[in-house]
Structures are given as C-alpha cells and as structure tokens.
C-alpha cells in the first residue's frame, strides 16, 4: 500500500498527526481492506481534496460525510464525480440551488474540480468507504484526522467560509471559531432533507459575499463543460 501526504503545506502541517499511534492502527485497517475488499477511493485519490486545495490557499470549506459507495463514483472531493458518472441526487439539488441563489445553470456532469483548484476545500470527514457499504470505515480514525484538519483551518488568520449540510457536518462546527469565520449551517443537499432548509438557503452567494467583503477573490461557481 503506497499512500503518502501531499507535498504541499498539508503534508508539512500533518507530518506530526501521521506519526500518532491512532494513524498506524488506521493504515493497517486501510492495507487490510484494499487487500480484500473493494475501497473507494482509489489510493491515489485519497487526499485529493488536500492536493487540489491547500491549506494557504482554502477559501471555503464544504464537508462531507463518507465516500461514495458505488463503483467508480468517489475520486476524493466530497459530493463530486467522475466525469461520465451519473450525478448523485445530493449533488443534483447542489445545483438546483447554486442555480436559483447564482443564475448558474446546472452542469452536465458531476466533477468539482474547477471549484477545488479555486480554493474550495472539498472534505469528507471519513476519507474512505467499502463497496456498497455507507459509513462502513467510521471509526477508523478518520475523524481524529480530519479534525487536526479543521483546526488548521481555524488556526488560519485569513477567514474562512464553512458550509456545514446537516448534522454529521454540523459536529465539527465545535472546532471552528465563529467570530473569525463564517460558518453557514443547513439542512444536508440529500432527497431526504434537502426541502428542511437546504432550498432557499443561499449558501454559494453568502460564500461569495464574503469572500468579496474580506477582499478576496469570489469563486466562480460555474463549471467548464
């Protein structure tokens, strides 16, 4: 199993939460179950969301909860696909509001990576996931990882925007420092939950008034076909 930090300011900042002993159990668990399960996402995808996006250049912060389940779906940026793959509902209602709130038309295909290369941080709390099993690496470790991971992001001095959709997300919000950052708390995108405050809730133009209010540049929410 080959998989190693980014070789950018995240790998440099997590160096020392890599050498915890909780990071060894979880890698063994992680060689274990691409041994002999199916895992997504691949291992070279795995810290794609920290590759696309780094620590110094983070503008905003969308978490997720796990990784896609289906074949071919998870590429490591939470609620994004591979091009060629069916959107997820979540991320179809994503776009349905991005445009009622923005005028942007809804994207043909489900890849987020314009919005990550523009500083979206786009983390799932759990970075790993077995075929057809949701939530199955919880507990792994996964979340004391991505928690060293929000309080980096907190300990920033430039502000930040943090869209928390629905409860698993809401959790972290204990670690980030509401007077510095903006942190935007709704319903989750899913079916399910989508109509209990996540339509109408104007997450992408808040993002971007803020950004512009701190002198930032404003992400174009539009993605390249």
Same mark, same amino acid.
């Given at each position: %199993? @080959?998989?190693?930090?980014?070789? @950018?300011?995240?790998?440099?900042?997590?160096?020392?939460?890599?050498?915890?002993?909780? %990071?060894?159990?979880?890698?063994?668990? !992680?060689? !274990?179950?691409?041994?002999?399960?199916?895992?997504?996402? /691949? &291992?070279?995808?795995?810290?794609? #969301?920290?590759?696309?996006?780094?620590?110094?250049?983070?503008?905003?912060?969308? !978490?997720?909860?796990? /990784?896609?389940?289906?074949?071919?779906?998870?590429?490591?940026?939470?609620?994004?696909?591979?091009?060629?793959?069916?959107?997820? /509902? =979540?991320?179809?209602? %994503?776009?349905?509001?991005?445009?009622?709130?923005?005028?942007?038309?809804?994207?043909?295909?489900?890849?987020?990576?314009?919005?990550? @290369?523009?500083?979206?941080?786009?983390?799932?709390?759990?970075?790993?996931?077995?075929?057809?099993?949701?939530?199955? $690496? &919880?507990?792994?470790?996964?979340?004391?990882?991505?928690?060293?991971?929000? =309080?980096?992001? @907190?300990?920033?001095? %430039?502000?930040?925007?943090?869209?928390?959709? +629905?409860?698993?997300? &809401?959790?972290?919000?204990?670690?980030?420092? +509401?007077?510095? $950052?903006?942190?935007?708390?709704?319903?989750?995108?899913?079916?399910?939950?989508?109509?209990?405050?996540?339509?109408?809730?104007?997450?992408?133009?808040?993002?971007?008034?803020?950004?512009? #209010?701190?002198?930032?540049? /404003?992400?174009?929410?539009?993605?390249?076909?």
């Amino acid at each position: %199993m @080959n998989i190693r930090l980014p070789e @950018n300011d995240w790998g440099d900042q997590l160096v020392k939460e890599w050498e915890q002993p909780y %990071m060894a159990e979880l890698l063994q668990h !992680l060689e !274990l179950r691409y041994g002999t399960s199916e895992v997504y996402p /691949p &291992q070279e995808d795995l810290f794609h #969301a920290l590759r696309s996006t780094s620590l110094a250049e983070a503008k905003v912060v969308i !978490l997720g909860q796990d /990784p896609y389940h289906g074949a071919g779906q998870a590429h490591g940026l939470s609620f994004s696909v591979r091009r060629g793959v069916k959107i997820p /509902p =979540s991320l179809r209602n %994503m776009y349905k509001e991005l445009e009622e709130d923005l005028g942007v038309p809804q994207a043909g295909h489900g890849c987020l990576d314009h919005w990550a @290369n523009q500083g979206v941080l786009l983390l799932n709390t759990v970075l790993t996931v077995e075929e057809g099993k949701p939530g199955s $690496h &919880q507990g792994f470790g996964w979340e004391l990882f991505t928690d060293r991971i929000i =309080s980096l992001l @907190n300990e920033r001095e %430039m502000p930040l925007i943090f869209l928390l959709w +629905g409860k698993h997300a &809401q959790e972290k919000a204990k670690g980030i420092d +509401g007077n510095k $950052h903006l942190v935007v708390s709704t319903a989750h995108p899913s079916p399910l939950a989508a109509r209990k405050g996540f339509f109408g809730s104007k997450p992408f133009s808040k993002a971007n008034d803020f950004l512009t #209010a701190n002198g930032l540049e /404003p992400i174009d929410w539009r993605l390249p076909d």
